[in-house]
């Protein structure tokens, strides 16, 4: 029996156990493509023109939580990045205060497990790069605060306190004043995510975290060597940290086709004066124009299954879950080609006989988990320590 046979039988699960997704970009897409104006994409409708996420498409693809990051670009900085990030928290809370029947905002596992009896969809925030809080303790608090459960060390560039995979090595991972970062993050009940760091600083973070850490969106680095990939030794150690990785749907980071192929659509982009990661109808007008000359490497649902295969090998069924990025690339597998495409990923699954059980946790019953267990030591270290008060420059200057 091929994938197409267990289609039924993968919606009759995600009836039950709903995908908690780790990573969507809407927030950045709504930011660039009409400046927030809700009406313009209003996402009850059918926005499948311009976006790879609409309430409809969300209901069939069995989506039962979402993070939705409130990314900014790495080449935002200081004070400019911490309001670009606040807008981004601001168009979240208005989507879901204009969406109340099909979504609803969530800060803890207990507010997930509400939402999926209630039959809406979990609505979460995740901080997408450390320079989101502009070096400052307090200004992670500020964005627990506001509801922000996951922060990003860092994107695509290296900070002060912590090495990006995509950047020439900086620090070596994690500055003093970056794992000051990571324990004020445990205390404060903000998961440390560990998608587009170093290696590194992968192990770094888990060296300090006393709490479950994330990959929202991050795959197996076995399958395809990208660096915003997980190492075999990194994946295997979140059984002992209690940690999860969700696998990506990003084709360049899953199909080694396509990394030498994105790199050279990256390179058409800029020479085009375009941001690589322009989605907006501009920018995809260019990247149509040079996939019509030079074919894509095409990745599916079979792809992705191949890294979790691998990935609930070496972590086990219990350390893996789904981050698939959308409206965050511009290239998307085929069968995953939108948010409505999770049905086509668990039957692909199935038809490599994963069980109910298993697919329960890939999906719904881990996030949750590792949510909850963040909770927990947060409560445990704030009865121990008040929040901290150190500064980049006291912890890391000492090394210059």
């Known amino acids: 029996m091929g994938a197409e046979d267990y289609l039924e039988q993968a919606r009759e699960l995600l009836e039950d156990f709903p995908v908690v997704d780790g990573h969507n970009d809407l927030p950045w897409a709504l930011r660039e493509q009409v400046r927030y104006d809700l009406d313009r994409r209003d996402i009850a409708d059918d926005q499948s023109a311009h976006l790879h996420t609409d309430i409809p498409r969300l209901r069939a693809g069995g989506v039962g939580a979402q993070f939705w990051s409130v990314y900014v670009r790495s080449d935002m900085a200081g004070d400019t990045a911490v309001s670009a990030t606040l807008e981004q928290i601001d168009v979240v809370g208005r989507m879901i205060a204009r969406y109340p029947d099909d979504l609803a905002a969530a800060r803890t596992a207990d507010d997930m497990e509400n939402a999926r009896r209630t039959g ?36 695509n560039d290296n ?15 994690l500055s003093p004043f970056g794992h000051e970062v990571v324990r004020e993050m445990n205390r404060t009940g903000v998961l440390v995510d560990l998608s587009h760091v170093a290696a590194t600083t992968m192990r770094d973070a888990l060296a300090t975290s006393t709490a479950p850490v994330l990959f929202s969106h991050s795959s197996a680095r076995a399958v395809c060597d990208h660096p915003r990939n997980i190492p075999d030794d990194v994946l295997a150690g979140l059984a002992a ?22 790199k050279a659509a990256d390179d058409n982009m800029r020479a085009h004066g375009a941001h690589p990661l322009d989605t907006t109808e501009a920018g995809m007008k260019i990247h149509r124009a040079y996939e019509e000359e030079h074919p894509r490497p095409t990745a599916t649902a079979a792809t992705v299954a191949d890294h979790l295969d691998h990935m609930r090998e070496v972590a086990g069924i219990d350390h893996i879950g789904i981050g698939g990025d959308f409206d965050g690339t511009a290239f998307t597998p085929e069968g995953l080609r939108d948010v409505a495409g999770y049905p086509n990923l668990i039957a692909e699954l199935f038809a490599r006989r994963w069980s109910p059980e298993d697919l329960s946790k890939l999906t719904w019953h881990n996030a949750v988990r590792v949510l909850r267990a963040a909770e927990d030591v947060a409560r445990g270290l704030q009865s121990e320590r008040g929040p901290s008060t150190a500064t980049i420059e006291e912890l890391d200057d000492s090394r210059r």
């Open 241 to 262: 940290n209690g940690g999860v990785a969700m696998a990506t749907f990003v084709p360049k980071f899953i199909l080694p086709e396509a990394i030498a192929w994105t």
């Open 159 to 173: 900070l002060p306190w912590a090495d990006s995979a995509t950047d020439e090595p900086g620090v070596g991972g």
């Open 120 to 155: 809406r969809i979990a609505s979460l925030m995740g901080a997408e790069g450390g320079h989101s809080i502009n070096n400052s303790l307090a200004t992670l608090r500020a964005l627990h605060a506001l509801g922000v459960r996951y922060m990003t060390l860092t994107h």
